[in-house]
């Protein structure tokens, strides 16, 4: 059976930690409320309704391409595409290309940033490797001006966290949002989460607090994991709402994995 991602990939290793998807997540939803075309995911009124949920089914899609059979992969993406069109052709206007590729680099660079900070340094190999993944993803949906190498996708991604960030009144309105749906406590956590696989550019957009608090512990994290008592903490920090379609992805990776 061919799959989408190769099965020694380092992105499978990255995306088959369910501890690594939420720190994704957490990164996604900083970067997704700067982004100058959040109104696009404002158009449909999804995103300010569910924006936990909007945003877990970004990650929760990215990890079924990535784990999935190279056709059923394929499928999956064109299936983004057409989900896209169809916004595209209710508004009347076209999502430009820069906004697609805006989700494609913070997928990567969240992807190793958060790998990173819960797991070990990744080599450049392995970074490229990342890189080429969700660049496949970006050639099945026929976007333009994709970068050809590591390297190009790196100053492609400074240019566009220069360019294409702002505060705006949409991302004050999500951040509302989030606090709501997430309470006080798990909040103050989200934007901890935030402060430590966000490139800088999003840290000094949101005016993150500069005080890592949540480094230590997951200092004590990675210890209760060797015992295997990691899953007490983290379950108690996840909302309700979103704890079973969280702790999915726990019973996947141990399925992956036996």
């Given at each position: 059976?061919?799959?989408?991602?190769?099965?020694?990939?380092?992105?499978?290793?990255?995306?088959?930690?369910?501890?690594?998807?939420?720190?994704?997540?957490?990164?996604?939803?900083?970067?997704?409320?700067?982004?100058?075309?959040?109104?696009?995911l404002?158009?449909?009124?999804?995103?300010?309704a569910?924006?936990?949920?909007?945003?877990?089914?970004?990650?929760?899609?990215?990890?079924?391409?990535?784990?999935?059979?190279?056709?059923?992969?394929?499928?999956?993406?064109?299936?983004?595409?057409?989900i896209?069109q169809?916004?595209?052709?209710?508004?009347?206007?076209?999502?430009?290309?820069?906004?697609?590729r805006?989700?494609?680099f913070?997928?990567?660079?969240?992807?190793?940033?958060?790998?990173?900070?819960?797991?070990?340094?990744?080599?450049?190999?392995?970074?490229?490797?990342?890189?080429?993944?969700?660049?496949?993803?970006?050639t099945?949906?026929?976007?333009?001006?994709?970068?050809?190498?590591?390297?190009?996708?790196?100053?492609?991604?400074?240019?566009?966290?220069?360019?294409?960030?702002?505060?705006?009144?949409?991302?004050?309105?999500?951040y509302?949002?989030?606090?709501?749906h997430?309470?006080?406590?798990?909040?103050?956590?989200?934007?901890?989460?935030q402060?430590?696989?966000?490139?800088?550019?999003?840290?000094?957009?949101?005016?993150?607090?500069?005080?890592?608090?949540?480094?230590?512990?997951?200092?004590?994290?990675?210890?209760?994991?060797?015992?295997?008592?990691?899953?007490?903490?983290?379950?108690?920090?996840?909302?309700?709402?979103?704890?079973?379609?969280?702790?999915?992805?726990?019973?996947?990776?141990?399925?992956?994995?036996?």
């Amino acid at each position: 059976m061919e799959y989408f991602v190769d099965e020694r990939s380092i992105v499978r290793k990255i995306w088959g930690k369910a501890d690594t998807i939420l720190f994704i997540f957490a990164g996604a939803a900083a970067e997704f409320a700067l982004n100058k075309a959040v109104d696009w995911l404002y158009y449909t009124g999804k995103l300010p309704a569910d924006p936990l949920g909007r945003l877990f089914s970004t990650v929760a899609y990215s990890r079924q391409i990535i784990f999935s059979e190279r056709d059923a992969a394929l499928k999956a993406i064109d299936q983004i595409t057409t989900i896209h069109q169809g916004v595209e052709t209710s508004r009347g206007a076209q999502i430009p290309d820069w906004a697609y590729r805006d989700v494609l680099f913070l997928l990567i660079d969240l992807s190793i940033s958060s790998y990173e900070l819960l797991e070990r340094p990744l080599t450049l190999l392995e970074k490229a490797q990342t890189f080429a993944v969700f660049k496949r993803v970006g050639t099945r949906m026929q976007l333009s001006g994709l970068p050809d190498t590591y390297s190009e996708y790196l100053n492609m991604r400074r240019e566009h966290l220069q360019q294409n960030l702002v505060r705006s009144e949409l991302t004050v309105d999500l951040y509302h949002q989030y606090r709501h749906h997430l309470g006080a406590a798990r909040y103050q956590v989200l934007k901890q989460a935030q402060l430590l696989v966000a490139p800088p550019e999003v840290r000094n957009h949101l005016r993150l607090n500069t005080l890592p608090w949540l480094r230590p512990i997951l200092w004590g994290y990675k210890f209760l994991k060797l015992l295997k008592l990691h899953t007490f903490l983290r379950n108690a920090l996840l909302p309700a709402a979103y704890k079973t379609q969280i702790l999915s992805l726990e019973s996947e990776v141990l399925s992956n994995e036996s």
